[in-house]
Nanobody, 119 residues
Framework: QVQLVETGGGLVQPGGSLRLSCAASGSIISIGNMGWYRQAPGKQRELVAIITIAGQPDYADSVKGRFTISRDNAKNTVYLQMNSLKPEDTAVYYC?????????????WGQGTQVTVSS
């Protein structure tokens, strides 16, 4: 079993910043891609950003230039730095990780953290 725990969500004013963290724990051998999805009320879950084990990032067009994804492989942790936040960024943010554990391959999701952008 691999568990993902997100932290760092909250309420922020438009134009502000937040940093999300997601730590993976369990019987992990290696982690491949890590990333972030989000789901706003009444909308489908969408990919926000993803990063490979080599550190190559990819972003949704809606967040390019404002969000930065990074990871610390030694800590099995992925981060999402969110700047210039807009009300439309309001959503529950979920982290994901895929890799290999002693029990086999895993594809895990975190429980989600709420991000609210409002004045």
């Amino acid at each position: 079993q691999v568990q993902l725990v997100e932290t760092g969500g909250g309420l922020v004013q438009p134009g502000g910043s937040l940093r999300l963290s997601c730590a993976a724990s369990g019987s992990i051998i290696s982690i491949g891609n890590m990333g972030w999805y989000r789901q706003a009320p009444g909308k489908q879950r969408e990919l926000v950003a993803i990063i490979t084990i080599a550190g190559q990032p990819d972003y949704a067009d809606s967040v390019k230039g404002r969000f930065t994804i990074s990871r610390d492989n030694a800590k099995n942790t992925v981060y999402l730095q969110m700047n210039s936040l807009k009300p439309e960024d309001t959503a529950v943010y979920y982290c994901i990780a895929k890799g290999l554990a002693y029990g086999g391959f895993f594809d895990s999701w975190g429980q989600g953290t709420q991000v609210t952008v409002s004045s």
